[in-house]
């Protein structure tokens, strides 16, 4: 018995009166705006018709410059414009690298036979 209420005492108040100091981490709710310089940037390297990829890197770098100043609008704004061109650069990239591989199936076999048939007539060299 005195056992316990011994070990009672000792869970009283606690032995330092100095306050208890705390840290308080805010973090934020809002989400990030994305301005798609990555994808700009590959536009920019690999399918870049009709300069859509430069002008698609352009308007990311405005649109990250705008996001580091504290203007969550205009970034947005040129973010959203970056991932318009971006959309159109690969489209068009896609449909002129399509287009080429096609165009190359359809053309090459058809001036391979036509240099036969030149070749075989005796016109050829």
């Not at 700009?40 to 300069?51: E, Y």
């Not at 990239?93 to 391979?112: C, D, E, Q, R, Y």
Request: charged letters at 15%.
């Amino acid at each position: 018995m005195i056992k316990e209420e011994f070990q009672v005492a000792n869970l009283g108040a606690p032995q330092n009166s100095q306050p208890v100091m705390s840290t308080v981490v805010n973090i934020g709710t809002e989400a990030t705006v994305r301005d798609h310089i990555v994808w700009s940037l590959f536009n920019t390297m690999f399918f870049n018709p009709c300069c859509l990829g430069i002008v698609a890197f352009a308007y990311s770098v405005k649109s990250r410059d705008r996001k580091m100043v504290g203007d969550k609008i205009g970034a947005q704004s040129y973010a959203s414009t970056a991932k318009c061109l971006n959309i159109w650069a690969l489209v068009l990239g896609l449909f002129v690298t399509i287009g080429f591989i096609v165009l190359l199936a359809l053309v090459l076999p058809a001036a391979s036979r036509a240099v036969e048939t030149g070749m075989q007539g005796g016109r050829g060299y």
